[in-house]
């Protein structure tokens, strides 16, 4: 897999596009059906006001994404700063920076939309000198896939850290570092059964969510912000740098995440074919 990874991310990107459009798609969609039931369970689920057409249609727009997602992030792999800088736009950085850089420190919180791994180059778009970024992730099953996916990360200047070694590292690195530690999180994962401690209230329903993001920011202080995503066209995509709080520490438990999960659901309304749809995100809801 690395090594058709390698030499499909010297295509240009409209090369690429065109795989998506003309063999990806057709073939997640028509041929394979790739996770087609449980993208369409989790979209009735969240949209019950919608007809079967519009569910439908909808499901159809996430494969023409899903497959560009796929393209993406092979392009990743040899992607140019300058390119990147293009495609990706950045809304206020300037005040998120600020604010880690008051609290040594920080979280940003996103879900899977859009191309989330483009976002890692928020690494290179703050002041390097004094903000470190960190990507916090869960190890793939495949190590070749694994593998590929660090060196996407680290290239965009981002150190990878697994999420069971979080606290750990992130205890280290308080004492350590003479940077502002700044934390990116995908925290809407879906949570082990180990793990369902907290729910709030996700398109209607009672969902469990993680709550690392939130643990984190409360013991250390730290501001939290949402990364807003959308696409306004093909390959191009606004990230808005939205305020949780300037000091989690200072707010209620489960403050944080529920603002999170609103700002979510929100996004996802706001541009539902860019959410990860295929991922059995409600299997451990309680509508009781």
Partial sequence: MSIA???LSVLPLRVLYAIASFVLY???????HYRRSMVMSN????FP???EAACKQMARQFYHHFADLCVEIIHAYRISDEELRERVVFEGLDEAQAAFLQQKGGVFMLGHMGCWEWMADVAKRVDRNRIHT?????????KSADCIMMQIREKRGCTPIEMHKL???AVRLR????KAEVYCMLADQKPSWRSLQFYTDFFGHNTPFLTGSEKIARKFAYPVYYADITMPSRGHYNIRLLPITTNAQCCEEGFVSREYVKLLEANIIKQPSIWLWSHNRFKWNNDK
């Fill in 49 to 51: 006001e919608k007809s």
């Fill in 5 to 7: 990874i390698r030499i």
């Fill in 26 to 32: 057709p073939l997640l969609y028509y041929v394979v």
């Fill in 167 to 169: 606290l750990r590292e």
């Fill in 134 to 142: 960190n990507v916090i992730y869960l190890k793939l099953d495949n």
């Fill in 43 to 46: 979209i009735r689920y969240c």
């Fill in 175 to 178: 004492k350590e570092s003479s």
